[in-house]
């Protein structure tokens, strides 16, 4: 089984950090193989970023996504630049206030993950929050992996904070998983209609 | 023939008595266990009365009245009628079982039928074998009233630091009862226990119509617990037989007292609606409290239904996948007693409650109510009663829960304000709670009420003791105030908020002036909230 993920937005957002964390995580946490190919250039510094991760459990030969099984995009231009390779099994997660418009012809998740981490104190843990969300969602990496991928990568001092944050996302992903199959079973409210 | 039975006979004055006459000139073979009461009309037997029967040791309560139609006053037979049956469902609820309860109706001439029915339910009564309720002896008779123990009052000074009281008022300026203009003043309380004056009639009255809402403990300079002196201030007036006036007849403390019988089994939650997803197994417990009792006795004079408040609770527990363990033989929390002075029942209540809860193996309690929060969460362990397990409000949940995301408030086009607890929002120092949840809701408008949060005026009374014509005008200012904020719904936390303001709102002469829609924040919150 080969998931081929791309994470995209501006750069600066931390899309390479997080791009290297999921990659971490399910190498040295899950045992798995992974690559990851990273965007140089003018992107990572300001534009449209993006990272491209594989995870396998056999050794990989192209590190480069040719069609993504995961995109997570964190900005309206890294949505525009990869929307168009989506497959209809495909997963996509967004930052909801980051990336307004989408025509996805798959799985569509949202949160606003830029502002959860405004209301923790720093919006540079928009990414980890991603990521807990993205861990919650896909499984593609386990928590514990990503978990303790994200306190080694993160600055000294800040480990609680990110836990936090991946936390904070994590849940929200579970109970958006929750929701969606409440709706799916007719359960939407508390009371029965 | 079990001489331990005992059934008390309410008999009216006018049909039956003549009936029962007949037995006695007859010498018929009336049974002993039957104790008499003649009385003028079966409709004055209040439901309050009928309770105290039971909590007073009767087996069995026969009352005995007029045919409908040949009734002196008119309205006796229904309602007589009414007030068993209130009270019958009330011991099906306590586990005491309505059957011990008899209304019938004879003639004068009807001796014969009298006897057969005595005969019948004393046969029956048998059968049932005695209550589980079990009463604690009265207190020793004091050599003399007047004389409060001295030591016990300098006690209580030393331990609540009375002395510290610089007599500057704030609590008085403070004091709802004392703004509606009840002649009351905490600091007066304050200076009689120092004087050695509490037996004078004035401070008793006071002592009895504190509100123990906490408002002057907050203003307090000087930091006097005022609530938790009040507390053991009525438990030494209890010692002493000194008794508050208790609201309701008493019903409630009867009700109350006889649940600190330790064969007591109630049987709750018999009637709950059958969408609601219960587990036996479940190491979480949903504890619902006293408000099925409360809406089967207000149900007589005001329209409120505070048991809602209990299945929405457990929707919202449902809609979390939270599938709680109830307890049939539930008991009440104690709160009511342990405020109004009766602290020997109050410990028997809390030793069997911890007894039982401590013995299911949960790790976590959810109430809804503020006051078992409260009593459960501090008072217990304060007073030595320790809990294994964790005792967590609703909103406490609710707020962790809806903080994960993913859920939703659908909007409703009404205009809100909210009416504090005063044991979660003073007492508990909780008062950002309920206002976090309040924060997500989508109302039209919010407006606070101009005393809110821990500024916040009481409902009007606390554990059923000393209501008076100063609770009522204390519940019109509240509604007022409500008004005034342009709110169409009221949102509530703790059901008695409900019944005392719905109480005032039945003012014939004020009716539109004080109408509101009531509603409980957690009947709001399960009637609003969605998944995304």
């Known amino acids: 089984m080969q998931k081929e993920i791309i994470v995209t937005g501006f750069g600066g957002q931390g899309i390479i950090l997080a791009g290297r964390i999921l990659g971490t995580a399910a190498s040295l946490g899950d045992n798995k193989e992974s690559t990851l190919v990273q965007a140089y250039g003018p992107e990572s510094r300001g534009g449209a970023c993006n990272a491209q991760v594989i995870i396998s ?101 800040t480990e609680e904070k990110n836990q936090k944050a991946f936390n904070k996302g994590f849940d929200y992903g579970l109970s958006t998983l929750k929701g969606k199959e409440k709706r799916a079973a007719g359960m939407t409210g508390a009371i029965a209609q | 023939m079990n001489k331990q039975t005992k059934i008390i006979l309410f008999l009216c004055n006018w049909g039956p008595h003549a009936a029962y006459l007949s037995l006695q000139d007859e010498k018929q073979n009336i049974p002993e266990a039957v104790h008499m009461v003649r009385i003028p009309c079966t409709g004055r037997v209040d439901r309050a009365l009928l309770l105290r029967a039971f909590a007073k040791g009767a087996d069995g309560v026969a009352m005995i009245g007029c045919s409908p139609g040949t009734c002196r006053y008119g ?62 002896p009265d207190n020793p008779l004091p050599a003399n009233p007047l004389n409060l123990p001295r030591e016990e009052v300098s006690a209580l000074v030393n331990t609540y630091d009375i002395h510290a009281c ?15 203009g009840k002649p009351f003043s905490a600091r007066g309380i304050a200076t009689a226990v120092i004087n050695n004056e509490l037996y004078k009639t004035n401070v008793q009255e006071n002592v009895w119509s504190c509100l123990t809402c906490g408002l002057c403990y907050e203003r307090c300079p000087s930091a006097v617990n005022f609530p938790a002196f009040i507390k053991e201030l009525r438990y030494l007036y209890q010692k002493n037989t000194i008794q508050g006036n ?49 809406d089967i006795f207000f149900s007589k004079h005001i329209d409120v239904n505070t048991e809602k408040i209990l299945f929405d609770s457990i ?42 809860l401590n013995s299911l193996g949960i790790e976590t309690m959810i109430t809804t109510c503020p006051e078992c929060y409260m009593t459960f969460k501090t008072t217990y362990p304060d007073m030595g009663f320790q809990l ?99 709110a169409e719904l009221l949102i509530t936390s703790c059901p008695k908020c409900q019944i005392h303001l719905q109480c005032a709102m039945q003012d014939p002469f004020r009716e539109e002036e004080l109408q509101i829609e009531m509603l409980d924040l957690t009947s709001v919150i399960a009637q609003t909230i969605t998944w995304k």
């Not at chain 2, 009330?90 to 006897?115: H, K, N, V, W, Y």
């Not at chain 2, 962790?400 to 005063?422: H, M, Y």
Request: charged residues 25%; aromatic residues 8%; glycine residues 6%.
């Open chain 1, 57 to 157: 459990d056999t050794p990989i030969h192209y590190p480069y996504v040719k069609i993504p099984h995961i995109l997570v995009a964190m900005s309206q231009a890294g949505y525009d630049k990869f929307s168009g390779l989506l497959q209809e099994d495909s997963i996509l997660l967004t930052d909801q206030d980051l990336v307004p418009t989408t025509n996805a012809p798959c799985a569509h998740y949202e949160i606003a993950a830029t502002r959860m981490a405004e209301s923790l104190g720093h919006k540079m843990m928009a990414n980890i929050i991603m990521i807990g969300f993205f861990t919650a969602i896909t499984e593609a990496v386990s928590k514990n992996a990503a978990l303790e991928t994200v306190n080694r990568s993160v600055p000294k001092g």
């Open chain 2, 75 to 136: 309205s006796g037979t229904p309602t007589a009628i009414r007030n068993t049956q209130d009270t019958g469902t009330i011991l099906d609820l306590m586990g005491i079982g309505q059957e011990r309860l008899r209304f019938a109706t004879f003639l004068p001439e009807q001796s014969e039928e009298l006897l057969e029915f005595l005969q019948t339910f004393l046969h029956d009564i048998q059968k049932l074998g005695p209550t589980a309720i079990t009463t604690l």
């Open chain 2, 166 to 180: 610089q007599d500057c008022g704030k609590c008085s300026s403070a004091c709802p009862l004392a703004l509606v």
């Open chain 2, 246 to 294: 208790e609201a309701h007849g008493g019903f409630l403390h009867s009700l109350m007292r006889s649940m600190a019988s330790p064969d007591l089994t109630p049987n709750r939650y018999q009637n709950i609606p059958e969408k609601l997803k219960i587990d036996p197994d479940s190491n979480i417990l949903f504890y619902g409290g006293c408000a099925p009792y409360f």
């Open chain 2, 315 to 356: 929707r919202l527990l449902n809609f979390f996948d939270v599938h709680p363990r109830l307890l049939g033989d539930e008991r009440c929390c104690g709160h009511d007693l342990l405020w109004s002075g009766e602290q020997r029942h109050f410990k028997e209540v809390a030793r069997l409650n911890v007894e039982r």
């Open chain 2, 388 to 486: 294994n397990f964790e005792v967590v409000h609703l909103y406490d949940f609710l707020e962790k829960e809806i903080d994960r995301g993913a859920v939703e408030f659908t909007s409703f086009d009404k205009a809100v304000t909210f009416q504090d607890s005063c044991r979660l929002c003073r007492l508990e120092d909780r008062q950002e709670l309920p206002r976090q949840l309040l924060a997500r809701l989508q109302p039209n408008t919010f407006t606070e009420m101009r005393e809110s949060g821990k500024g916040s005026m009481c409902c009007g009374n606390t554990a059923w003791t000393g209501c008076d014509s100063y609770s009522k005008a204390m519940q019109v200012k509240r509604l007022q105030q409500a008004k005034e904020t342009g």
